[in-house]
């Protein structure tokens, strides 16, 4: 059974970090590119950050580039997003999805075939 399960959302200040998990189960993660997204209260879901198979392409969304990193030990079925700088309108659930292809169609949805259910994510002073 496949499954992506996300952690180490919370609640954090401005200015500070968190890191994200998305472990994945049930497949060979490491064929696959993953994906990270999140949705705000009233807003519609929006691609945050891809990383390809192998590690060695990523995308980032304009609004946490420099401030995010996302990376992947495939070893350990497990992908990261290292968030930092981190923002009020950065609040949000973040979603972590595996797709079907091995590259990333930039930092957006295409392909995505697994979704994780979502960790929640609230910069607030």
């Known amino acids: 059974q496949v499954q992506l399960v996300e952690s180490g959302g919370g609640l954090v200040q401005p200015g500070g970090s968190l890191r994200l998990f998305c472990s994945a189960s049930?497949?060979?993660?490491?064929?696959?590119?993953i994906g990270w997204f999140r949705q705000a209260p009233g807003k519609e879901r929006e691609g945050v950050s891809c990383i390809s198979s192998s590690g060695g392409s990523a995308y980032y969304a304009d609004s946490v580039k420099g401030r995010f990193t996302i990376s992947r030990d495939n070893a350990n079925n497990t992908v990261y997003l290292q968030m930092n700088s981190l923002k009020p309108e950065d609040t949000a659930v973040y979603y972590c999805a595996a797709s079907s292809l091995n590259y990333c169609s930039g930092y957006g949805s295409y392909g995505m075939r697994y979704w994780g259910k979502g960790t929640l994510v609230t910069v607030s002073s």
């Open positions: 049930g497949f060979t993660s490491d064929y696959y590119a």
